[in-house]
């Protein structure tokens, strides 16, 4: 049709490129996807899957002591970190197999070496190859990002790593306040590591709602992680067998690890975009209209490295909204608001919407809703955890703005709530809804005192 060798040259197999290339070739496009790595990306390789399997794991410990108080003994649990490793490797390989033939089976051709954007129609090939395209889509993702300004970032580890250590620390230290080191935190913890997180502001999880953050610092802090705000790692060096880490205020840490979990880059370096004239962010991330289209006309980029939400279920929704609006005759556009997100913390965070603290940015009135109370299970396994909800309404318009949940399944519900919210459900609708008894989430459709501090 166009002279090109491929209608759709796609760079990176991950959660965007993969979507992208079968819609297009289900649009009848002739599509390539080059991967330098796995098929599958960061979500399914050394992300979302692994974590979540990791996160299943962590929670036994305590699943085996809430027991006892159901009338269960458990004698003689032990945990090997071995076998954990080698089951969570064959479920991705699982997936990444399946990644490959849902690929080939949408009549993409798969090329598994490195690809570099080499024109506005053009990509270079690890192996000398150069092929044309009338686009080109840039999925390359993100990569954990390192300090490498600090004395001995050498022997720090990022989550690529934290996936195959070939034994679990005694103690690690993991810097970081985003949502990727707190959920590290608790499998580290879970499966009895000493663990001390470091991060640099107030705080953890920086943009979600402020109770949401006290809440889960507290009980975080009651499974016994040392969280140290305010606080930076400012050098580490080996000491016997692991390593000695020192933080800003002169306390030493030692650790068998220390791991970096301070943010991600975008995946732009060497991959000849600035001299084809796609410009960048002063995030490094390529700069994309509403359709994903960089500044270049024939180049479209999705995913994280574009940097606009960087979660999976978008970079998909991305790159579904490019095949559509490219190949498939109807234009597009990726709605970033109201995305609903889960913490996989320990207690799990669920949330959609805004936080109290924009909302009153934004709204002359809000009206918050809020409960904090001992999940039923709790009234016999004898721990001490709570959970916590909250609603942000507009207070003007009885608009509910924002849910936030802090407890067991708060990220199934988010799921749910989003769809509400989405909606445009008020708080009345919720008043509305009968209970589903017992549950937690029954306290969303029950609360009606407004929380007056
Ligand atoms: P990726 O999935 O990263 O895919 C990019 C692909 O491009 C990679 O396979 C890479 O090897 C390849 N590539 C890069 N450069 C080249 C090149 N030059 N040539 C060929 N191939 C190249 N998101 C969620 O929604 N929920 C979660 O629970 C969650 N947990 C996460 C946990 C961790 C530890 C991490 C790191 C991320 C997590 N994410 C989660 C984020 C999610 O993984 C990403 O948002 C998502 O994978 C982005 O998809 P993508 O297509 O943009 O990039």
Known sequence: MSGFDYDLFVIGAGSGGVRAARIAARHGAKVAVAEEYRVGGTCVIRGCVPKKLFVYASHFAEAFEDAVG??????KVAFDWATLVANKDREIERLNKAYVR????????LILERATVAGPHSVALASGRQVTARYILVATGATPFLPRHLPGHELAITS??????????????IAGGGYIAVEFAGIFSGLGVETVLVCRGEQILRGFDGDLRNHLTAEMKKKGIEIRARSEVTGIARSGDGVRVTLDDGAQFGAGQVMFATGRIPNVTGLG?????????????VKVDGYSRSSVPSIYAVGDVTNRVNLTPVAIREGHAFADTVFGGKDVMVDHSLVPTAVFSQPEIGTVGMTEEAARQGFSKVDIYKTSFRPMKHTLSGRDERMLMKLVVDGETD?????HICGPDAGEMA?????????????????????????A???LVTLREKWTG
Not at 418 to 427: D, N, S
């Open 273 to 285: 975009l600035q001299d084809a004239g796609v410009a960048l962010n002063p995030h490094m991330a």
């Open 441 to 443: 989430a029954e306290e």
């Open 102 to 109: 849902n690929l080939e089976a949408a009549g993409a051709e």
């Open 70 to 75: 159901f009338g269960w003994t458990s004698e």
């Open 160 to 173: 690529n790593e934290a996936f195959n250590l070939e034994r679990l620390p005694a103690r690690i230290v």
């Open 399 to 403: 608009r509910v703005l924002g849910c």
């Open 415 to 439: 799921q749910l709530l989003g769809i509400a919210v989405r909606m445009g459900a008020r708080k009345s609708d919720f008043d509305a809804t009968l209970a589903v008894h017992p549950t």
